[in-house]
């Protein structure tokens, strides 16, 4: 599935509402987490290492989340785990490990990431015109996630890295990245004027 | 200074609200961010390695945060930065770094990080009795600090630690450790039922 063809995928989208954040903003939220240039190159370096393996990425993920209940509720409706609505997100998913290691990180991509975001809060379920799935996925568990999205991503690394270096730097440029997404994804959820 | 003598510390005071997640919530919560009976067993072992360079790390924590104007503004006024606020912030942050490493995860520990996190969203600046500073930490940048927090352990780690993998160990405990506690400090910030 190309990028273009994926149900609800809006990056580039000119209709989606702007960031709140301009560049400068952005610019800090990259220092805070030490997000530099030389990481968006190892990012662009990971980026054909895990191309071929984004199926497996997401298999180990999906593993993860359906193997714990209050995950999978988030997922779920009165009738058990929504397929449509996994493999939906999924497809999702997928794209953004691909777009987050394009490592792009503009104007385009923020307005994508705020939609991400609400998408998890107060837009979920919508996009897939899902009814009956919680309204919300817990904020608590999305930070938390931060941990299994980093950590499983090693091993997938290392089948491309050129050596421990190189392995080090990609997966600590990832956990950036990702620490990133979630500081950005957190504005659906937080209070008027504290994000 | 020892604990009790922290102006502000309240972890065991049982005049706090109580955490809105029970022990299961936190099993839950430890699940999502992979944080296994071993980590806390790694944290433990970390403790006393980290014990006498608690100032130092607060030294890199402080630097950084006193480097960067859109991070230093949260402690600062019309006067600009104020040092009694930088202060009394610091001591308590050293004895949350103590508190982490202890690892002892329960309903008082929880209360607290509640706690600690109303203190960086609406009951900031109250504590210290600070007037003319921000009134929150914008939460993108306590995400985001996940980040420096993590990686400015390693090389006070590696003091102490046996070999490569002890460290890698230890260091991987303590970033599901930040996460967690993020996770758990967000609370303050989240819409009502969002969190």
Redesign the interface.
Known sequence: MTASTIPGYRYGDPALPPAS?DAAGLA??R?????GDDDLAALREAAPIIAPQVEQVLDTWYGFVGS?P??LASFSTANGPDADYLAAVRARFGQWIRDTLRANFDADWLAYQREIGRRH?DGKNATDGVVGAPP?V????V??????I??TMRPFLAKGARDAEHLERMH?AW??AV??S???W??A???E???
């Open positions: 954040i800090d939220l220092a805070a987490c030490l997000l714990h209050f995950l809060a919300v817990p904020f608590r568990h930070v938390a996630l931060v941990v299994p980093v950590e600590r956990l950036k620490v990133l979630v500081a950005l957190a504005e959820y937080v209070r004027g504290w994000w």
